[in-house]
């Protein structure tokens, strides 16, 4: 993630990635929308301000209770894996509750809520009744480390406000480490950062991240870039953290954990029952990640690990296992997964954490191929074309996999004034748009004039951030797979489970284009126009024409183009050209109504 929070620009470089944890950031990529808090979010565990007091408040219990001491114990032993830290009891239950079950790693796979399965999962059985210390006094001695640390990565969402405090939702110790050994030990956390509002934003946001805390005494060389630090006091006092995942032993084992499925405290590990996962592969940290973080396992697994996480299955996980329930070969199908259980009432849909793809070694995304093209001056419609087919694939399938919606007239108004407040709000702070304001806001006044027209257009779950980046062509058989289907990190996940109009991403694709012409000084060239014709007319040849819906299709390649110009503005203004060569394209577009209207649905 660049320094703007949740900017995932498109990449140059190489991929392979069956599923990538945000696009690396290359120059002159088009950018995500920046991070916002989801309506409605509230913390599952209660705030924890900083500076701590020094006494425990209420908290409310992580997943399970009460649960044994942290790593190696103030008595320096080593305990079995899947402990979980307490947090102090809830208000109104026992104060001593009863310890949380922990288990071993085994059993069969489960299925993610509305995948059809039931969770055949061994419930826990094994039971600790070694004393711990409180949760408050573990986040307490991390608090100093996390607020230095956390806000450095590149996948913090909050950058540029201050943290006002943390709480601990849930803490499981994925692997015990005795006192003066040289082995790691594996800490899991899930942690919530408050911090105030942006300017210009009503409210604060509470997000929930996941870390991987390596534990060791002391810190070998080769992982000293991914020290966090040495907490001063509390019961990891003198031991040394960092980020686990540059560990390959703790990499390593976060793939055995995914390979023999059970639970551990409030973590859930799943795996597809024809899943086949070797044991023994080599694990490697991908370096160019943005809103999370992958390892690559013996360039035949990816472990993709998201960072910011929230109750629901994220749709990096939801939308491929529905694709290859229905056949589709165009995204490469998980094989396995992890959540956590999040505390509070029974029921609760759990937070996915992160997913196992088959990794497409040899393949590179269709931003280099494109960078590639123009450096030579060759075309790329050949290839655009090809990924129009494949896209249109998969959106067929998507649609007969998932249920559908017809977008009517309340619809397409909604969809219309939210484009037209984040046209208002981009206008205000970037002067260079104004004079297009009204032009601009005309595409959106027509979509929402069609609706009361009694027009309709069939909604549908689609890929949600589709560029360049997130579509992968193999040297083998040059097939095109798409890929991240994560939708916009910085989005609600709700928002991003919704069906949506196959408009969206295909004006993203159109707008990619564009932003690959500016990179490859072929602006003012038919060369993104020839790749955009080219792209419509591989998706009609599978779909429909998405040019046969110029207003639809008009309205969201705006409303992508006005956000764009709003994030260059902010964070790169010398790349302000490229959207606004768009912008006054788009506002001097007619408005098509000559042009063929969308068929009926």
Aim: proline share 13%; aromatic share 4%.
């Amino acid at each position: 993630m660049s320094d703007a929070p949740q900017a995932r620009p498109l990449a140059g470089g190489p991929r392979g990635a069956a599923a990538s944890a945000g696009t690396p950031a290359g120059p002159g990529a088009p950018p995500a929308e920046p991070a916002r808090a989801a309506a409605g979010d509230s913390p599952e565990a209660d705030t924890v301000p900083t500076p701590l007091p020094d006494g425990p408040g209420p908290r409310t219990a992580p997943a399970g209770g009460e649960q044994p001491a942290p790593p190696g114990g103030r008595a320096g032993r080593p305990r079995p894996p899947g402990t979980a830290y307490p947090d102090a009891p809830v208000p109104g239950t026992p104060a001593t509750a009863p310890q949380a079950d922990a288990a071993p790693v085994g059993g069969e796979p489960a299925a993610p809520p509305g995948a059809g399965r039931t969770d055949p999962n061994p419930p826990d059985t094994h039971r600790y009744s070694q004393p711990a210390p409180t949760a408050p006094e573990l986040l307490r001695s991390l608090v100093p480390l996390l607020r230095e640390w956390l806000p450095r990565q590149r996948w913090f969402a909050g950058k540029g406000r201050p943290i006002s405090g943390f709480s601990l939702v849930s803490a499981t110790e994925l692997l015990p480490r005795a006192r003066g050994g040289s082995a790691p030990g594996l800490l899991h956390l899930l942690v919530r950062a408050q911090q105030p509002a942006a300017p210009g934003q009503g409210r604060g946001t509470q997000d929930c991240y996941q870390l991987l805390l390596g534990v060791q005494d002391v810190l070998p060389p080769q992982l000293a870039p991914a020290l966090i630090g040495r907490p001063a006091d509390g019961p990891l006092h003198g031991c040394t953290l960092y980020e686990g995942l540059a560990d390959p032993r703790l990499a390593a084992l976060l793939l055995e954990r995914l390979r023999m499925p059970g639970r551990l405290g409030p973590l859930r590990f799943s795996r597809e029952a024809d899943a086949s996962i070797p044991s023994g592969l080599t694990p490697r940290l991908l370096g160019a990640e943005q809103s999370n973080s992958s390892a690559v396992y013996g360039e035949t697994y990816i472990l993709k690990l998201f960072r910011r996480v929230g109750p629901g299955t994220n749709p990096d996980l939801e939308l491929p296992r529905a694709l290859a329930n229905a056949g589709c070969s165009r995204v490469p199908a998980p094989a396995a997964w992890f959540e956590a259980e999040p505390p509070g009432p029974p029921g609760a849909e759990p937070m996915t954490l992160g997913v196992l793809q088959p990794y497409l070694a040899g393949s590179a995304d269709g931003w280099q191929l494109a960078l590639g093209a123009l450096a030579v001056r060759a075309d790329f419609a050949a290839s655009a074309r090809a990924l129009g087919h494949a896209t249109a694939e998969v959106h067929l399938a998507l649609a007969e996999a998932l249920p559908t919606v017809v977008l009517r007239r309340p619809q397409l108004e909604r969809l219309a004034a939210g484009m037209t407040r984040r046209l208002e709000s981009a206008a205000d702070a970037v002067p260079a748009l104004r004079p297009y304001r009204t032009a601009l806001r005309s595409a959106y006044e027509e979509l929402a004039g069609l609706g009361r027209a009694g027009r309709t257009w069939r909604a549908q779950r689609i890929h949600g951030d589709l560029h360049l980046g997130q579509a992968l062509r193999t040297a083998a058989d040059g097939r095109w797979s798409l890929i991240d289907f994560e939708g916009e990190p910085a989005r609600p996940l709700a928002e991003r489970r919704r069906p949506q109009p196959v408009a969206r991403d295909v004006a993203g694709m159109l707008r990619s284009f564009d932003y690959a012409a500016a990179v490859g000084h072929a602006t003012g060239t038919e060369w993104a126009q020839r790749a955009r014709d080219a792209f419509c007319e591989g998706y009609a040849a599978v779909h429909h024409d998405p040019r046969e819906d110029p207003r639809l299709l008009r309205a969201h390649e705006t409303d992508k183009a006005v956000y764009e110009v709003l994030y260059e503005a902010r964070h790169r203004p010398d790349w302000l050209s490229v959207p606004m060569s768009a912008i006054h394209r788009l506002a001097g577009e007619p408005s098509g109504l000559g042009a063929p209207g969308p068929r009926p649905v």
